[in-house]
């Protein structure tokens, strides 16, 4: 295990998740936000940041989804995995923890104005702070892992389209954090009324423990049928997984290939 990888994953997480489910946590209890918009701009800007945190100490994957992706696409070697994949666990769970010890008075104020009895049906309410739920009632269980697979899908396909070298219309690499940050805003302000918008299963696993282990217990969970998992975990991995194989079997062979068919640019007689 390299230090640098640990401490890179681990911090970039770490600063994506305070800021996004701090955000998230904000508009639950004072509403200061109130806009899907607003709140998925925020997570933008935390992955942004992240970024250039980072990356200069480790690919900057942030997201197990990502490392999967680029693990099976040969972009990283397999032996890398378990560290990034622990380190961006861990990240999480640490900003669970933060955002628990910034906001736990104010979470307490507000089950109290509320009536809100911790691990009750109703508690989901500030569940919502650390970990996704999606509503069961208006959305079916194969729906939300649809949601997330190809919401994760959009985010790994197009950070595979902003970063590899076969395409020529990528940004530059000082400006390629910006862009995938803002990659994560469109999709959570496309997925989140259906999901949450998790796209990333460390950012979910991590903070829901924290809210497990201080008294939401089973109200920390999004259903009976494992949607913790299927949903939030599972999905988005293999919609990541998909996306890399897409871009790599199908858009990079086409991206490298000269073509004499090509007529952009070129003057009709």
């Not at 020529?168 to 400006?175: A, E, I, L, Q, T």
């Not at 910006?178 to 903070?207: H, M």
Request: aromatic share 14%.
């Amino acid at each position: 295990m390299k230090l640098r990888d640990f401490v890179g994953e681990f911090s970039g997480t770490f600063l994506l998740v305070l800021f996004g489910c701090g955000a998230v946590a904000v508009d639950t209890l004072f509403g200061a936000h109130m806009s899907l918009a607003l709140i998925a701009l925020f997570w933008g800007i935390g992955v942004t940041l992240s970024i250039y945190l980072t990356r200069h100490l480790c690919c900057a994957h942030l997201n197990p989804a990502v490392t999967m992706a680029m693990a099976c696409s040969g972009r990283m070697a397999w032996k890398k995995v378990p560290t990034y994949l622990v380190a961006q666990f861990l990240g999480a769970f640490a900003a669970g923890w933060i955002i628990y010890l910034l906001f736990f008075t104010s979470i307490r104020d507000f089950e109290t104005t509320h009536a809100i009895v911790r691990g009750t049906e109703a508690s989901v309410k500030t569940g919502r702070m650390f970990g996704e739920y999606y509503p069961t009632a208006t959305v079916p269980f194969w729906l939300a892992c649809f949601a997330e697979g190809f919401g994760t899908f959009l985010l790994v396909f197009l950070i595979f389209a902003l970063t590899e070298g076969c395409n020529v219309g990528r940004p530059s690499s000082d400006s390629a954090p910006l862009w995938i940050g803002l990659t994560v805003s469109s999709v959570i302000c496309l997925v989140a009324p259906l999901t949450q918008a998790g796209l990333n299963p460390a950012r979910d696993f991590g903070p829901r423990v924290v809210a497990m282990i201080m008294g939401w217990g089973k109200a920390a969970q999004p259903d009976s049928c494992g949607g913790a998992f299927w949903v939030y975990i599972l999905a988005p991995i293999i919609g990541g997984i998909v996306a890399s194989i897409l871009f790599t079997k199908l858009y990079e062979p086409l991206m490298n290939r000269q073509s004499s068919d090509c007529c952009c640019g070129k003057k009709k007689d």
